[in-house]
Structures are given as structure tokens and as C-alpha cells.
């Protein structure tokens, strides 16, 4: 940003695809600044030095690149891949000029808020690459923002087709929190080819959600955060709450549960990517808080720890309370999948298998007992 406040351009070459096991995501970049200098990685090493050269030829000529690197069973190309994966890198020049929405996009990271950014970088017609728009989840539709790369430039993709049809799919990867490509036809249809187009997802950390203070609540914690998730650990009992006994949580909030739950939600914290671990298993906690748990427009899980007696008890209580068998189907509960787990690190390891099933769409079972594709 501070080069980009400057004037000055950048070269910036960012990972688009990736196949088989090469070593970092889609998102990841490099930048080569105009003062020669690297920040970034795109494979941690294998071909930095290739996509730093092609970042300054792009600087020079303005034209974006498309590049694969990696060496496959037919092609050997220039530059390989030690892990043996292929990726496609789009290096592009990166200024004032070129991305004046750039400073929207830094704001909206600063504050939480998710963005996309969709970008042209496949077209049969040359002047369509490095046309992109940025889309938020809030905007309505045909009020992204956008440049080009290019000598043309508004706050299009380069038709209504188009723009229609990748603003309905990135915010499908934004809500997942995903950065991919995506590929269409050249005026977007969607069953066509020709054109990619590069989603850039910058969504906040998903949210997980850890009621009562134990030592179970400390290992799903740390695994959660091992996850990626920002955790919040929550009890109404301040002797227990403490950032002292939950170093690996982001936040550790005295209040009761299900009051604090509400707030989260009517505040608009709380979405589909929200997964919520009940471990107090004390029915003066966990009743009321699954009552608000279950009624939520959307949350990706929301698990309980208990007995089979504790789970038939919840259960009864929570009818009683009024919350209907379709609710009540929504609960995980007892939490987590069979794994035979005894110490509260082997239990929160059973309590994530089952939130990255529910996910994914996985289904518990060993591998060695499936068949077909292990990644859906």
C-alpha cells in the first residue's frame, strides 16, 4: 500500500491454480516493488526467481501474464516444481492507474468487512484481461465497483452476461471463504470455455464459538485456532473465564451464554460459516443457550457435549421449551464423531473431524472402506 499510496508501480504475481501437491494456495502472492525488492512467496522457493523476472517484464510492457509452472507426465516446463505439483500464477502490474480500488479493498480487510475481487485472466479477446469488479455480499446487483488493467476500464467484466454470472459465483466462494477460478464462455455463459476469471475471496477468520469453561473447552480452543477459526470462549463464571487458561483463544468472554449468543447474532456476527460447541452440559447453561443455538437463520454447527442420559435429558428440556423436531435435528449431539476418544485433546480431535465433515460432506468413515474421489 505504501508504494501503491506513492504512485509507484508493482509487480505482483499471485497464484490462481494449483494441481496435484503444489505448495501454497490460491491467493498466495509475491510482489516485486520498484525498487527491485521480493515480499511474498509463491511456492516457497521452487519458482520465486522465475515469476520475480516475469514481474518486472510485466511491469515494463503493462500486459498481463498467465504462466504455468510445474512438470507434468507430457510437458516439461522451464521451471519445475520440487513437490511435483503444478500452479498458474497471473502476474500483472499493479498501480493507482491500473487498480484504483485497491485502498477499498485494503479498508474493508482493516475492518473486517469480506471483498472479492474477480478478475479477467483468460479471454479470446486480450483486451478483457485484467478487466476485474469487486463485490461485497451487501451490495446490490450492478453496483460493483471496477477497473481494467487494460486500456478500457468501468465496472464491468466486459458484458451484463458476464458480470451476472461471475458476481452470482464469487459470492458463493466469498460466503466459503474460498479463493478459485472460475471459467465461462467468452461472453459468460456457463457451460462454455474461454474465459477465467480469477476470484480473490478476502473473508474474515469464520467464527467458532467454545460455551463453558473446562478443560475440554481449552483443547477445542487450540485446535480450533489450528483450524484457522477466531475462537471465542464464553462462560457466565468469571473465576473460570480467563485468557490465563485459554491462551489459544482470540477473545474469553464473561457473560451468560445464551445472552451473549443473542447479542452476537442481533449485532450480525454470526453467519453460515459459524460453528457453535456447547460443552457445559449443565442444563442451566445449555437449555437457554440452545434455544437461541437452534433458531438461528444459519450456522454451519452447533454440537453439545453430554452423556447418552445427558443428551435424553437436553433433549426433553429443550421440547418443553418449545423448540420443534425440525430444530432439534440441527443439534450434533453428543458432540463429535466415534472416534473412541478419552482426554479432552483426543475428544476436541473427534469434535473438528465432525465440523470438517458437516463441511465438506464427508462421512466419517475410513477412506480405506470408500471409494471414488477423496476430495468431493
Known amino acids: 500500500m505504501a508504494w501503491w499510496e506513492a504512485g509507484e508501480e508493482v509487480g505482483v504475481g499471485t497464484v490462481v491454480a494449483t494441481f496435484r501437491s503444489a505448495p501454497r494456495p490460491p491467493g498466495a502472492s509475491m510482489l516485486v516493488g520498484p525498487d527491485g525488492t521480493a515480499v511474498g512467496s509463491v511456492s516457497g522457493g521452487c519458482v520465486e526467481g522465475a515469476v520475480y523476472d516475469l514481474a518486472q517484464t510485466v511491469v515494463e510492457s503493462g500486459a498481463p501474464v498467465l504462466e504455468?509452472?510445474?512438470?507434468?507426465?507430457?510437458d516439461a516446463f522451464a521451471v519445475g516444481l520440487t513437490c511435483g505439483g503444478i500452479l498458474d500464477v497471473y502476474v500483472e502490474k499493479v498501480s493507482r492507474t491500473t487498480f484504483p480500488e485497491l485502498a477499498e479493498v485494503a479498508a474493508d480487510l482493516e475492518a473486517g468487512r469480506p471483498v472479492a475481487v474477480a478478475t479477467v485472466i483468460e479471454h479470446p479477446d486480450p483486451d478483457r484481461v485484467g478487466r476485474r469488479v469487486l463485490l461485497r455480499p451487501d451490495a446490490p446487483a450492478g453496483s460493483s465497483s471496477g477497473s481494467s488493467s487494460g486500456s478500457s476500464s468501468g465496472s464491468s467484466l466486459g458484458s451484463p452476461r458476464a458480470d451476472d454470472a461471475v458476481r452470482d459465483d464469487a459470492l458463493g466462494l466469498l460466503a466459503a471463504g474460498t479463493s478459485g477460478v472460475l471459467t465461462y464462455g467468452p461472453d459468460g455463459e456457463r457451460r462454455g470455455e474461454g474465459m477465467r476469471v480469477f476470484v480473490w475471496a478476502f473473508a474474515p477468520k469464520p467464527r467458532m464459538l467454545v460455551f463453558g469453561a473446562i478443560d475440554f473447552a481449552a483443547a477445542v480452543a487450540r485446535v480450533g485456532a489450528f483450524l484457522g477459526y477466531h475462537v471465542t470462549v464464553c462462560d457466565a463464571r468469571p473465576v473460570f473465564a480467563t485468557a490465563t487458561r485459554f491462551p489459544h483463544a482470540d477473545e474469553v468472554v464473561v457473560d451468560w451464554p445464551h445472552r451473549y449468543l443473542r447479542a452476537e447474532q442481533q449485532a450480525g456476527r454470526i453467519d453460515g460459516r459459524t460453528v457453535v460447541t456447547v460443552l457445559t452440559h449443565d442444563p442451566k447453561f445449555d437449555v437457554p443457550l440452545l434455544e437461541v443455538a437452534l433458531r438461528l437463520p444459519e450456522v454451519a454447527y452447533i454440537g453439545?457435549?453430554?452423556s447418552r442420559r445427558t443428551h435424553d435429558d437436553r433433549m426433553e428440556r429443550l421440547r418443553e421449551a418449545g423448540v420443534t423436531e425440525t430444530?432439534?435435528?440441527?443439534?450434533?449431539?453428543?458432540?463429535?464423531?466415534?472416534?473412541?476418544?478419552?482426554?479432552?485433546?483426543?475428544?476436541a480431535v473427534s469434535i473438528a473431524a465432525e465440523i470438517i465433515a458437516g463441511r465438506w460432506g464427508g462421512s466419517g468413515e475410513p477412506l480405506a472402506r470408500t471409494e471414488g474421489r477423496i476430495h468431493r
Not at 430444530?327 to 476418544?341: H, M, T
Open 68 to 74: 504455468r509452472y510445474g512438470v507434468s507426465d507430457d
Open 304 to 306: 453439545a457435549m453430554g
Open 327 to 347: 430444530e432439534l435435528a440441527r443439534l450434533r449431539s453428543p458432540i463429535g464423531l466415534d472416534l473412541g476418544a478419552r482426554t479432552p485433546e483426543e475428544t
